[in-house]
């Protein structure tokens, strides 16, 4: 009877470490690439969120600080508490002060082979 009990749990514990791998590995599957330019000055949390590395919260900190302190500048972006230096440098090339923003983003499967998990 205690061999059956350990080869069940042996069996769940294999399969769970399973199910993590093919999602870990999915979600690994498909990376968004970006193009464009936004704007810090007139974005929008929803087009700021399209930049690599910000989220919610971050894009809000953008809005809020440059509701007081407009951006004369693109490298202003790093007073904003969040983005320091290593991000800046990932955003540089898709931001400005001026003009319009104009943005594209796409879904671009990274690993062809990894299993997909749909949510």
């Not at 943005?103 to 299993?115: D, L």
């Given at each position: 009877m205690k061999s059956t009990s350990r080869t069940r749990m042996t069996r769940l514990i294999t399969a769970m470490a399973l199910m993590t791998a093919l999602a870990l590995n999915a979600s690994a599957a498909t990376k968004k690439t970006f193009s464009g330019t936004v704007n810090l000055n007139t974005a929008g949390v929803a087009e700021l969120m399209q930049l690599p590395g910000i989220g919610k919260a971050k894009a809000q900190a953008i809005i809020d600080y440059r509701s007081t302190h407009p951006f004369a500048q693109s490298s202003e972006l790093k007073a904003v508490k969040g983005i320091g230096d290593k991000l800046y440098a990932q955003l540089e090339p898709f931001i400005t002060v001026s003009g319009a923003?104009?943005?594209?983003?796409?879904?671009?499967?990274?690993?062809?082979?990894?299993?997909?998990?749909?949510?």
């Open positions: 923003s104009v943005v594209t983003t796409k879904s671009v499967e990274s690993n062809p082979g990894a299993a997909k998990v749909s949510k």
